[in-house]
């Protein structure tokens, strides 16, 4: 087994990545601080506990397990979080992301793939949105996206390091068997949000403005299957160690676009519950309509969705999220 180090391999799309990654062959070791991620989702290779920001663990970490590749995943992720506390996604998005390039440099390990953003475009001009759109980023959290790609680029173009940037759009769903799924805190994400309101764990949901200028009035987005989304990372891992390329960035997304609306109705019909809700204004800085055109990954990785049909991604995190009840009412009971 080829080891591959995961930062932040116990949250939720690195641990189905991780899942993939053995499926494919690699040995996932998770570098953790555990900070947002959760040491139960760490189930297919060892778990080292430590903050990327620090230097001496990720070079204990290098030379215990020798990774071929780093797949990087840590950081904050909320993008309202980071507006009000703009130095908690800075320290470990940008510090931490240039420790571990300096980390990857000194151990001289030569393979990158980055967790990057539809955030780097802020509000595109146009939807599907190409990897050639313009960055501009209107928050710290997407500004910290921009400044990693930025710097990986920067020491791809200086060094031996290859690397590929997935941005991605909305990552949604849950593992098939439910091994692993989202457990976001604060939760931020439409779906976990939507069952939350229908299991009465919050009074109900508040759909961000219907005013907008889509067919029912609320915002379009592109929903890919946290499946399909880390088997991308593995497409990507394979074309940064086989390919010419020195820096790729990659659209993942599905090119699909589905408004809020359509997904409330979609989980009416997957739970057979309506969500409660309520209409509220309109939120600073979301575009109308955000759809990927994914061409550019399914072109040179040769990857395409096959779990994203609206269906399955909420099929597939409403039993994640039952399970989860379930398992969290049987521990408090203990
Ligand atoms: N969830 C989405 O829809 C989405 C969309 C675009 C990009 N992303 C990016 O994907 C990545 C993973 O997102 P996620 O949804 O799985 O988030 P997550 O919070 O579930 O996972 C992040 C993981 O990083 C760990 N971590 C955070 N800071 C760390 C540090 N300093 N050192 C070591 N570990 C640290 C956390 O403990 C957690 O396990 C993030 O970089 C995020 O910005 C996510």
């Known amino acids: 087994m080829k080891p591959v180090l995961v930062t932040g391999g116990a949250g939720y799309i690195g641990s189905h990545t991780c899942k993939a990654l053995a499926a494919a062959g690699f040995e996932p070791i998770v570098f953790d601080d555990l900070s947002t991620g959760f040491e139960r989702l760490v189930r297919w290779g060892p778990l080292v506990r430590g903050d990327i920001a620090d230097a001496a663990a990720l070079n204990a970490a290098f030379g215990k397990y020798r990774p071929i590749a780093v797949i990087h995943f840590a950081g904050r992720i909320a993008v309202g979080e980071s507006v009000v506390a703009p130095w908690l996604h800075y320290g470990p998005n940008v510090a931490g992301t240039i420790a571990l390039l300096n980390a990857m440099r000194e151990n001289a390990v030569d393979h ?7 955030a780097v475009y802020g509000v595109p001009e146009s ?5 050639s759109a313009p960055q501009r980023p209107l928050s710290p959290y997407g500004h910290s996206k921009r400044f990693a790609e930025q710097m990986i680029g920067d020491y791809c173009a200086a060094s031996t390091l290859k690397s590929v940037c997935l941005r991605y759009f909305n990552a949604a769903g849950a593992d098939a068997n439910a091994e692993t799924g989202e457990l976001h805190d604060p939760e931020t994400h439409l779906i976990p949000l939507a069952f939350d309101a229908l299991l009465g764990k919050r009074e109900q949901l508040t759909v961000n403005g219907d005013d907008y200028d889509t067919a029912d009035g609320t915002c379009v ?18 074309f940064c160690m086989q390919s010419e390329a020195r820096a790729s960035a990659f659209n993942v997304g599905t090119g699909n676009g589905y408004s809020v609306r359509e997904v409330l109705n979609a989980i009416n019909e997957v739970t057979g519950r309506p969500v409660p809700h309520s209409i509220g204004p309109r939120r600073a800085g979301d575009p109308a309509h955000l759809v990927a055109d ?18 399955e991604i909420i099929g597939s995190a409403w039993r994640w999220h039952q399970r989860e009840r379930g398992l969290l009412a049987s521990e408090s009971a203990q």
């Open 294 to 311: 994914a061409n550019a990954a399914k072109g040179a990785l040769g990857w395409t969705p096959i779990h994203s049909s609206l269906q």
């Open 112 to 118: 990158l793939v980055f967790s990057s953003s539809a």
């Open 127 to 131: 939807s599907p949105v190409h990897e």
């Open 221 to 238: 987005r592109d929903y890919i299957h946290v499946t399909d989304l880390a088997r991308a990372h593995v497409d990507a891992l394979n």
